[in-house]
């Protein structure tokens, strides 16, 4: 199974944080936001290549971070040449690339790489290979409306198959939100070439879900483990307060 990590954005709404440093790379608690996405999806145990797709802008960054990375046998990054988040390709187009640049044929896990979560890796892997006649993505219920408002919003039915899928709704019908965490067997990938031939909104991945879920089997995993989405300069701060004192507590301080 192979791994892609998508972090060529830009993260302007962390501005000032972001300017010279992308945001998979800045510290929640003791370790980055991407060595935490690593720790989680080396928990797999068939887990052979882990891709990392960076913009032109930060690519170095992502080299200095390599050399020292607990799992780079593991790792290889890719360029997707953009410098500046006007000309940014999208995560679609991004996860494209890494398809054809990398020639994956394997079973896909995606991880967007402004992510921090608890989630049982084990336990989706399972759902998702025994839904393999679909896609399956990691839906957790934030319990909010308002909040709900910027992600994108899930309903699934009694068979935990997607049947609608709003990104960034005004008026949410629910608070279970994806958490760009999405597996796609590997007889399934030819649906995000075909996305990117035909679909001009290639930012968010949900806008490809929402469009998947109309033409393909899309099933939710519901996991109720901690999961911290990195949009904003609050949302960062409480997620560091949250691990460095988890950490703290972890190591015997007050």
């Known amino acids: 199974m192979k791994i892609v990590i998508l972090a060529a954005g830009y993260a302007v709404r962390l501005h000032p944080l972001t300017l010279n440093m992308p945001k998979p790379l800045l510290k929640i608690g003791k370790k980055s936001i991407i060595d935490r996405i690593i720790d989680k999806v080396v928990e797999l145990d068939d887990v052979d290549e882990i891709d990392v797709v960076s913009n032109g802008r930060f690519f170095s960054k992502f080299e200095d971070w390599l050399k020292s990375a607990k799992h780079k046998e593991l790792i290889c990054l890719v360029n997707d040449g953009t410098t500046t988040n006007d000309t940014r390709l999208g995560a679609i187009n991004d996860l ?43 839906v957790h219920d934030i319990k909010e409306i308002d909040a709900a408002k910027n ?54 991945p949900g806008y490809y879900i929402s469009w998947l879920s109309k033409v393909e089997k899309v099933y939710g995993y519901k996991f109720l ?24 507590r972890a190591n015997g301080k007050a």
């Open 151 to 204: 992600f994108g919003v899930i309903t699934i039915d009694s068979g935990n198959r997607v049947v609608d899928f709003d990104e960034k709704p005004q008026f949410p019908r629910s608070t279970l939100v994806s958490t760009g965490i999405y597996y796609f067997p590997k007889k399934k990938l030819s649906f995000i070439k075909d996305y990117v031939k035909m679909a001009n909104k290639l930012d968010a």
């Open 225 to 248: 483990e901690d999961w911290c989405d990195i949009g904003n300069i609050e949302s960062y701060e409480k997620a560091d307060k949250k691990y460095t004192e988890k950490e703290n």
């Open 96 to 138: 494209d690339l890494v398809i054809r640049e990398r020639a994956v044929s394997d079973d896909l896990l995606i991880v967007a790489g402004d992510n921090v979560f608890e989630l049982d890796m084990e336990d989706f892997i399972g759902f998702a290979r025994k839904n393999q006649d679909g896609i399956s993505i990691a």
